[in-house]
């Protein structure tokens, strides 16, 4: 758009406001109508002047007031000269698209013709950029241009993007890729982002107190059942050798002097599996309750964390339930 004379510069921003096209502005009250009109005007005077970022900011501000093909033409006409161009191919294709009534300006009209034809022209000076994913991906890896997430639809498509410098980056848990490009009006780039190997998965061991914990209460359980099998056959010989010996365990016949080794046999044996199921079970139930169950470490033996516990419930029109990883 070529620079407007200043004495035409009031007349151009009050015909931006002057009808409203649309049924939305029908209900407009006049206070709101003389602040679009009022933005208008300096809007027009910014943009003459090359503060188009300024002047963006008030034709939106007026558009969102009183919306005319008119504010929408001079907001697309800002974005071009900012360098958004693909911002401003979809404010000049609104521009087209707004419903005009019969009473609308000639002015009005020709903002919708304008439009068109300079979207035609933007169009092709519009660059493209393909971002590609390639190597393992692992959980959770992002993609990001210019830190705005991109969809991972949008992975090895030909995107519209504006001119200028690009950074794709590409985040796992365990490292991140990065690249730049440079694009010129009408320009078109490829990045591929090349994900290196995963890193080797931890391997899970039992920590030895854990297995001394078992051990323990392995010992401790076998010294307890000795106790119990030894402590009932020491009682039942007990109770036959009181039958025979009436004079007291001094005063035995000399039929149960088998008896009697035995009893004395199994009373030691049943005095060394009490201590034995004492210590063993006193030891390893601690061990094993305090202990981790697993250590995690990494092949080469450095310590690697836990991995994490992760739970999410669904829900489909066949039922619902609960997913997760361990």
């Not at 692992?138 to 992002?142: E, M, P, S, W």
């Not at 076998?222 to 050798?241: P, R």
């Given at each position: 758009?070529?620079?407007?004379p200043?004495?035409?510069l009031p007349?151009?921003?009050?015909?931006?406001?002057?009808?409203?096209?649309?049924?939305?502005?029908?209900?407009?009250d006049?206070?709101?109508r003389?602040?679009?009109?009022?933005?208008?005007?300096?809007?027009?005077?910014?943009?003459?002047?090359?503060?188009?970022?300024?002047?963006?900011?008030?034709?939106?501000?007026?558009?969102?007031?009183?919306?005319?093909?008119?504010?929408?033409l001079?907001?697309?006409?800002?974005?071009?000269?900012?360098?958004?161009?693909?911002?401003?191919?979809?404010?000049?294709?609104?521009?087209?698209?707004?419903?005009l009534?019969?009473?609308?300006?000639?002015?009005?009209?020709?903002?919708?013709?304008?439009?068109?034809?300079?979207?035609?022209?933007?169009?092709?000076?519009?660059?493209?950029?393909?971002?590609?994913l390639?190597?393992?991906r692992?959980?959770?890896?992002?993609v990001?241009?210019?830190?705005?997430?991109?969809?991972?639809?949008?992975?090895?498509?030909?995107?519209?993007?504006?001119?200028g410098?690009?950074?794709?980056?590409?985040?796992?848990?365990?490292?991140?890729?990065?690249?730049?490009?440079?694009?010129?009006?009408?320009?078109?780039?490829?990045?591929?982002?090349?994900?290196?190997?995963?890193?080797?998965?931890?391997?899970?061991t039992?920590?030895?107190?854990?297995?001394?914990?078992?051990?323990?209460?392995?010992?401790?359980?076998?010294?307890?059942?000795?106790?119990?099998?030894?402590?009932?056959?020491?009682?039942?010989?007990?109770?036959?050798?009181?039958?025979?010996?009436?004079?007291?365990?001094?005063?035995?016949?000399?039929?149960?002097s088998?008896?009697?080794?035995?009893?004395?046999?199994?009373?030691?044996?049943?005095?060394?599996?009490?201590?034995?199921?004492?210590?063993?079970?006193g030891?390893?139930?601690p061990a094993?309750?305090?202990?981790?169950?697993a250590?995690y470490?990494?092949?080469?033996?450095?310590?690697?964390?836990?991995?994490k516990?992760m739970?999410?419930?669904?829900?489909?029109w066949?039922?619902a339930?609960?997913?997760?990883?361990?």
């Open positions: 758009m070529r620079s407007l200043a004495r035409l007349l151009v921003a009050s015909a931006v406001v002057l009808a409203a096209p649309t049924a939305r502005a029908d209900n407009v006049a206070s709101a003389s602040t679009a009109r009022k933005l208008g005007q300096e809007a027009v005077k910014l943009y003459e002047a090359g503060s188009y970022a300024a002047a963006l900011e008030k034709f939106n501000t007026a558009d969102s007031l009183v919306p005319a093909p008119t504010l929408g001079y907001a697309a006409r800002c974005l071009v000269r900012l360098g958004r161009l693909v911002e401003a191919s979809e404010r000049y294709l609104e521009v087209t698209r707004m419903q009534d019969r009473a609308a300006l000639p002015v009005m009209r020709k903002a919708q013709s304008d439009a068109v034809s300079e979207r035609e022209k933007v169009l092709p000076t519009i660059p493209t950029l393909d971002v590609r390639e190597g393992p692992g959980d959770g890896t992002t990001t241009v210019d830190d705005r997430p991109l969809l991972p639809g949008l992975l090895g498509e030909k995107r519209p993007i504006d001119p410098k690009h950074v794709a980056v590409a985040r796992r848990a365990d490292t991140s890729v990065r690249q730049e490009v440079i694009l010129a009006p009408g320009g078109a780039a490829q990045i591929v982002l090349l994900m290196p190997a995963l890193p080797p998965a931890p391997v899970a039992t920590p030895p107190l854990r297995v001394a914990g078992w051990v323990g209460v392995g010992v401790g359980a076998a010294g307890a059942v000795l106790a119990a099998v030894s402590g009932a056959i020491t009682l039942a010989v007990e109770q036959s050798l009181l039958v025979d010996c009436t004079g007291g365990h001094t005063r035995c016949p000399a039929t149960a088998g008896r009697i080794a035995t009893y004395d046999l199994t009373g030691k044996l049943t005095t060394v599996g009490l201590i034995t199921g004492v210590a063993g079970l030891f390893g139930i094993v309750v305090l202990s981790p169950k250590a470490a990494y092949p080469d033996g450095s310590p690697a964390p836990a991995p516990v739970i999410a419930p669904w829900i489909t066949g039922g339930g609960v997913r997760g990883s361990f």
